[in-house]
């Protein structure tokens, strides 16, 4: 092998460790995320950036309550009353990659994975009432200082329900604007996504969130 096609391989083999860390960096430690929608507003405004800590992939920690977090979308995020099964009040994934690259593509990658970004209001096993426009956890009003005084809680779809093992409920703060867990139901764990951390973006901004 000649000098300079060995110096290329050298080159290629580091890119390509480089990428290999910097993916599993991403997925499994953090990655930075950028605010969309107007779901979590007054806290989080669109175009805001945010840093994810994914180290719960490794650790197994479960999202505590009033944390902001990341999850996938469900396949289903509206239904209509005559479709709405009460009795049992989880999100639908049913639609999953089907082959090696399409599930990297998707999970690794995330170029065609949808996510949504809200509080989470409940853990498994809590017993969720909406109800006059308040939240019930555990027959307790939540206590939510990081909503705007006017907001007003309401739905007509999971409103009174326990949240089964392995799943969490998640609301977005600005309530009227949000499409979340009232409309579609729990999100299991296993599809939070990361935990948000902290907001860099704008500098005047930058900082944890609460």
């Known amino acids: ?3 300079g096609l060995k110096n290329v391989l050298e080159w290629v083999y580091c890119i390509v460790i480089a990428l290999v860390l910097a993916l599993l960096f991403r997925y499994f430690i953090g990655t930075p995320t950028i605010v969309k929608q107007r779901s979590m507003f007054p806290t989080l405004k669109e175009d805001q950036r945010l840093m994810l800590n994914r180290t719960m992939r490794i650790t ?18 509206y239904y209509d009353n005559h479709e709405l099964d009460k009795t049992n009040p989880i999100a639908i994934y049913s639609s999953e990659p089907k082959n090696i690259f399409s599930k990297f593509v998707y999970y690794s990658l995330e170029i065609t994975k949808k996510s949504f ?5 409940a853990l498994e096993g809590d017993h ?17 200082d990081y909503i705007s005084i006017d907001v007003i809680t309401k739905s007509d779809k999971f409103n009174d329900f ?12 600005n309530r009227t604007k949000s499409t979340d867990c009232r409309d579609f139901g729990c999100i299991p764990l296993n599809k939070v996504e990361g935990i948000v951390i902290f907001r860099f973006w704008p500098f005047n901004t930058w900082g944890r969130i609460k």
């Open 1 to 3: 092998m000649n000098e």
């Open 60 to 77: 197994g920690r479960t999202p505590k309550i009033g944390e902001i977090i990341t999850f996938e979308a469900p396949d289903v995020t």
């Open 117 to 121: 970004i809200k509080r989470v209001i």
């Open 128 to 144: 969720v009432k909406i109800q006059d426009n308040k939240v019930y956890v555990n027959g307790e009003i939540l206590k939510e």
């Open 162 to 173: 326990i949240v089964p093992e392995g799943y969490i409920f998640a609301m977005g703060d």
